[in-house]
């Protein structure tokens, strides 16, 4: 009979991240600054290791949020398994719910954000985990094995012209950012030109700026971009790097960058760079197009390769609240 497998909880963030990304699947969600983000947007963070016979299985890190009885976890980006892990993943999942120790009126919700596993979703299937689906729950991804000018030809007419255009405009440039201050003052702008955009087109957000300020610009697995005109910033974009996949995070500006194609030239700075990192996908980071059909449009100008999104997977003893998983998309 094969061992038991120990969950152990830790609060060292620096070992945690230190393990976590080397593995492969590793991404921000189960980083230990997304805690600390978190955390301070009110939730209750923890994080443990599974291990068995020896070795490493599994790292966790979950959010936990109570209204009245009932009791919301929320894991992103994961569990992440590791090789060894990836093997016994149905006793990964099953050490962690027994961790856990649900209650009758308790919620689980696993959501992998475009890093789920085969391994993962088998174990999900046998526990009998639920697959919630929506209409918003895909994405655009491209591919980046290609190379640059079979991207370019694939793009539409019109995004390759404005790419040209931004390209030729000398009063435009871009900027990778790694100094600290420059990105927590590129932060700042960015707050600034996301607020205005969320006052003039009234788009839900689950953001909180000034929560993420500092643990964003300390973040190595953010690329922050930087467009100016003339010297003056036009435009801030944020992605995430995990080892395959640079994924488009967030993104302010103001008229000038319309006038100026800077958004078109700030993705196309990420494809070469995630290109350049070694990333096999670009992904978008979502569409809506029923909700927001400029940026569908704009997005779909680099590719059309529509992919729908990883399933929130919803957990509960009751058999009741498992056929009310639909309603818990807003855990996301």
């Not at 209750?44 to 919301?72: C, H, M, N, Y």
Request: aromatic share 10%; hydrophobic share 45%.
């Amino acid at each position: 009979m094969a061992a038991k497998l120990a969950v152990q909880e830790t609060a060292d963030a620096r070992d945690w991240d230190r393990r976590i990304w080397a593995c492969p699947g590793a991404n921000i969600y189960c980083g230990s600054a997304w805690g600390a983000y978190k955390a301070r947007r009110g939730l209750e963070v923890r994080r443990a290791f599974v291990s068995g016979d020896g070795a490493d299985l599994a790292f966790i890190q979950w959010q936990t949020r109570r209204k009245g009885p009932v009791r919301f976890i929320h894991v992103q980006g994961g569990p992440l398994l590791t090789e060894a892990g990836a093997h016994r993943a149905e006793a990964v999942f099953a050490a962690f719910i027994d961790h856990l120790a649900l209650g009758r009126l308790d919620i689980l919700a696993i959501d992998y954000e475009q890093f789920e596993s085969q391994d993962a979703t088998l174990a999900l299937l046998i526990h009998g985990f639920t697959p919630v689906i929506g209409a918003r729950d895909h994405t655009l991804e491209l591919d980046l094995r290609q190379d640059l000018d079979a991207i370019q030809a694939g793009m539409e007419p019109r995004w390759r012209k404005a790419l040209r255009k931004a390209e030729r405009n000398t009063d435009v440039t871009t900027h990778f950012l790694e100094d600290r201050a420059e990105r927590l003052s590129a932060f700042d702008d960015f707050t600034a030109m996301f607020a205005a955009l969320r006052q003039r087109k009234g788009f839900a957000t689950t953001l909180q700026p000034q929560a993420y300020r500092d643990i964003a610009a300390e973040d190595e697995h953010l690329l922050f971009l930087d467009v100016r005109e003339k010297g003056e910033r036009i435009l801030v974009r944020i992605a995430h790097l995990s080892e395959t996949r640079c994924t488009d995070f967030y993104t302010a500006s103001n008229e000038r960058a319309r006038a100026t194609s800077a958004a078109t030239l700030a993705v196309w700075r990420f494809v070469e760079r995630a290109k350049a990192e070694g990333c096999r996908v670009f992904d978008f980071g979502g569409i809506d197009p029923a909700a927001n059909r400029p940026v569908f449009d704009f997005k779909r100008g680099l590719c059309t390769n529509v992919v729908q999104h990883n399933p929130l997977w919803v957990y509960g003893m009751s058999p009741a609240l498992r056929k009310l998983a639909p309603v818990l998309l807003s855990l996301r």
